[in-house]
T-cell receptor
Framework: DAKTTQPPSMDCAEGRAANLPCNHSTISGNEYVYWYRQIHSQGPQYIIHGLKNNETNEMASLIITEDRKSSTLILPHATLRDTAVYYCIVRVGVNDYKLSFGAGTTVTVRA | GAVVSQHPSWVICKSGTSVKIECRSLDFQATTMFWYRQFPKQSLMLMATSNEGSKATYEQGVEKDKFLINHASLTLSTLTVTSAHPEDSSFYIC???????????FGSGTQLSVL
């Protein structure tokens, strides 16, 4: 699986958009970009995933560059409850359930 | 939606004892489950892949005789930490694959403290 690179930490003001970058320059054509988050002392929570088109759901938006070498997770209106570690993971496909977690980005939303 | 139940949420045990952690898929059948370990301020590390009806597949460096995994049914996998020592104290998390709906769900984790 392709490896990902994320900044170790990020601060965000409550109510503002949080833009979380992820580099995956060695991603293969059949690999999806998945985002999970882990709130302290809980299991990871699925956020969103995409292959090459931008995606949006009730939690976030995912912007994938045209060359697919990087992506950005956007939390449109960050709340204090969005404080968590966010993991960007590339997976071969929806049937690839064996996930490798990197260090992720610790996002702190401040009032 | 589908839920994965992990029990217990936390456990404290004496050194040398064994501890069993359960991971259940509540409304779907999971032929494959995964066990992760997470130390403070670190990321999740995959320990093993649990396959229903067959032996688990362990990641390199994980002692299979110490971390016994049993996946006896399509809804239950158990991880037993045998002869636990303080260095086994960690946060253990399971995940279960709902292959039919192509989704992956995580349990809420178990904090193990070995005294």
């Amino acid at each position: 699986d392709a490896k990902t690179t994320q900044p170790p930490s990020m601060d965000c003001a409550e109510g503002r958009a949080a833009n979380l970058p992820c580099n995956h320059s060695t991603i293969s054509g059949n690999e999806y970009v998945y985002w999970y988050r882990q709130i302290h002392s809980q299991g990871p929570q699925y956020i969103i995933h995409g292959l090459k088109n931008n995606e949006t759901n009730e939690m976030a938006s995912l912007i994938i560059t045209e060359d697919r070498k990087s992506s950005t997770l956007i939390l449109p209106h960050a709340t204090l409850r969005d404080t968590a570690v966010y993991y960007c993971i590339v997976r071969v496909g929806v049937n690839d359930y064996k996930l490798s977690f990197g260090a992720g980005t610790t996002v702190t939303v401040r009032a | 939606g589908a839920v994965v139940s992990q029990h217990p949420s936390w456990v404290i045990c004496k050194s040398g004892t064994s501890v069993k952690i359960e991971c259940r898929s509540l409304d779907f059948q999971a032929t494959t489950m995964f066990w992760y370990r997470q130390f403070p301020k670190q990321s999740l590390m995959l320990m093993a892949t649990s396959n229903e009806g067959s032996k688990a597949t362990y990641e390199q460096g994980v002692e299979k005789d110490k971390f016994l995994i049993n996946h006896a049914s399509l809804t239950l996998s158990t991880l037993t930490v045998t002869s636990a020592h303080p260095e086994d104290s960690s946060f253990y998390i399971c995940s279960a694959a709902d292959a039919y709906n192509e989704k992956l769900f995580f349990g809420s984790g178990t904090q193990l403290s070995v005294l």
